[in-house]
């Protein structure tokens, strides 16, 4: 059974950082490229972030440029995303994906449940 289970959300004030992880089982977490996607309530989903399946390729959208960092261990298939400078309008429900390197939707084959991250004083 595919399982992506990320942790590390929380309540945070602005200005603080958060670290997220992703646990990966159930497939080959090394063959993946690896995304974050967040969704605010009402919104629709934004990527925050991708990786390539040995984690030399990495994308950042202007939003989070300079203040998010993914990486991953595929020793360990897990993926994490650290958040540093964090803002109210971080705030959303964060999501691991597995798939092909890219920012489509459709190109991602396992999701997990998210986590909340809420960024507030």
């Known amino acids: 059974e595919v399982q992506l289970v990320e942790s590390g959300g929380g309540l945070v004030q602005p200005g603080g950082s958060l670290r997220l992880s992703c646990t990966a089982s159930g497939f080959t977490f090394g063959s993946y490229a690896m995304s974050w996607v967040r969704q605010a309530p009402g919104k629709g989903p934004e990527w925050v972030s991708a990786v390539n399946n040995n984690g030399d390729n990495t994308y950042y959208p202007d939003s989070v440029k300079g203040r998010f960092t993914i990486s991953r261990d595929n020793a360990k298939n897990t993926l994490y995303l650290q958040m540093n400078s964090l803002k109210p309008e971080d705030t959303a429900k964060y999501y691991c994906?597995?798939?092909?390197?890219?920012?489509?939707?459709?190109?991602?084959?396992?999701w997990g449940q998210g986590t909340q991250v809420t960024v507030s004083s």
């Open positions: 994906a597995a798939g092909l390197y890219g920012t489509t939707l459709r190109y991602y084959d396992y």
